[in-house]
């Protein structure tokens, strides 16, 4: 059935980096739009970034634009979020969502803290 796995979260200094992954399963990755959502506690889950089907476009939230890149690799099912210069406010579970039908992934929780 389809799954999203996240990976790659973790504590992480002020302006340091990291990179999340989540793997699909049970589809093709190629044929849906992807997207990165973030929810810090007490705050509505908001939307990241976002990559077509074919990856041509892409879309940022304006607090992360300039900083964060989603990427996709079609042949190894899987969608990346690359976060540089990461701030304290970047602090929240992020969660991979599969658009058209709607699928997310059990998220994975990155700190930003010194």
């Known amino acids: 059935q389809v799954q999203l796995v996240e990976s790659g979260g973790g504590l992480v200094q002020p302006g340091g980096s990291l990179r999340l992954s989540c793997v699909a399963s049970?589809?093709?990755?190629?044929?849906?739009?992807m997207s990165w959502y973030r929810q810090a506690p007490g705050e509505e889950r908001e939307l990241v970034a976002t990559?077509?089907?074919?990856?041509?476009?892409?879309y940022y939230a304006d607090s992360v634009k300039g900083r964060f890149t989603i990427s996709r690799a079609n042949a190894e099912n899987t969608v990346y979020l690359q976060m540089n210069s990461l701030k304290p406010e970047d602090t929240a579970v992020y969660y991979c969502?599969?658009?058209?039908?709607?699928?997310w992934g059990q998220g994975t929780q990155v700190t930003v803290s010194s």
């Open positions: 049970g589809f093709s990755l190629s044929s849906y739009t």
């Open positions: 990559v077509t089907t074919a990856g041509s476009s892409t």
């Open positions: 969502y599969r658009h058209r039908g709607g699928y």
